[in-house]
């Protein structure tokens, strides 16, 4: 499943609700997203679950079993539905789609990995991008997650380079409908590696923006090293653009690691290192 998109029904507790809904008012049909939230279709309600357009169908019981999770995402293929989650054997923690009103995030050992509160991933997703708009160019995206950064990007820029550690995620991103781009995109080219070590290997000067969101300094710490500020600066181009998202300024995390952040890019040589509250992070420019 790491190099193919899952193309079953995926639903979730929010996707559920209107058949749930549809059901207590007696109705015997109901309108459901079948792909969490992209598209719509109609399905037939009967006293043993849903039927969907085909021969596909969900049992009220295991209907029940998804409402009841309102974290979890599942599919659904030839009546069997599975939990979208997968454990990593890189970093020995669990891997998994967690639903929202709209874009799914991920769950890693129960982290949201985008900001979910006042927001929703695709919002925090653009947030970041426009801190170094036009996307133009070639562009770096250093640790790829649900593949939100790269799809965005490669709607202008020439190409867009992606680098995941981690196969359990790659396969959980895989399994989610808003991932699709990700792996149909002629545009984008995923990499499965260590981005200090597979950026160490790129050519000098040959992307135009890289967007660096990497997991917390705990996690990553070689991420946030001055080592890996002098790479990405010497693969940037000169007048390119960098964004590096840290977390909440306002939190106690964002506040310690901050200002350290941006002496180590701006002793790297970037200059005009600016904070981005609005994205949680700090933007940069190769002078």
């Not at 991920?106 to 982290?111: R, T, W």
């Not at 977390?247 to 106690?252: C, I, L, Q």
Request: proline residues 6%; charged residues 20%.
């Amino acid at each position: 499943m790491s190099d193919s998109v899952q193309q079953s029904i995926v639903l979730s507790s929010f996707s559920l609700a209107p058949a749930f809904d549809a059901r207590q008012q007696g109705h015997e049909q109901a309108t459901i997203s079948p792909n969490l939230g992209l598209t719509t279709v109609d399905v037939t309600l009967d006293g043993d679950g849903l039927h969907f357009p085909g021969d596909t169908a969900l049992s009220w019981q295991d209907a029940e079993t998804i409402r009841a999770d309102e974290v979890g995402c599942y599919t659904l293929d030839e009546g069997e539905i599975r939990k979208i989650q997968a454990f990593s054997d890189v970093t020995n923690l669990h891997v998994s789609l967690m639903p929202t009103q709209g874009a799914p995030t991920m769950l890693i050992a129960g982290f949201p990995m985008h900001r979910i509160k006042h927001t929703d991933p695709m919002r925090d997703t653009q947030a970041k991008i426009k801190t170094i708009a036009p996307m133009t160019g070639r562009v770096l995206d250093t640790n790829m997650g649900l593949g939100y950064t790269a799809i965005a990007a490669a709607r202008t820029a020439q190409e867009v380079v992606t680098i995941e550690l981690d196969p359990a995620v790659v396969e959980v991103a895989g399994q989610n409908p808003w991932s699709h781009e990700l792996f149909s995109n002629p545009r984008i080219t995923r990499i499965v590696g260590d981005s200090f070590d597979e950026v160490e290997g790129m050519e000098p000067g040959s992307f135009a923006r890289i967007v660096h969101d990497p997991p917390t300094i705990q996690l990553a710490g070689d991420l946030y090293s001055a080592e890996f500020y002098r790479e990405l600066y010497r693969v940037l181009e000169r007048g390119g653009r960098l964004f590096h998202y840290i977390g909440d300024p306002d939190s106690s995390h964002g506040a310690k690691y901050t200002p350290g952040v941006i002496r180590r890019l701006e002793a790297a040589g970037f200059t005009r290192v600016t904070r981005r509250p609005e994205a949680f992070g700090v933007s940069a420019i190769k002078g």
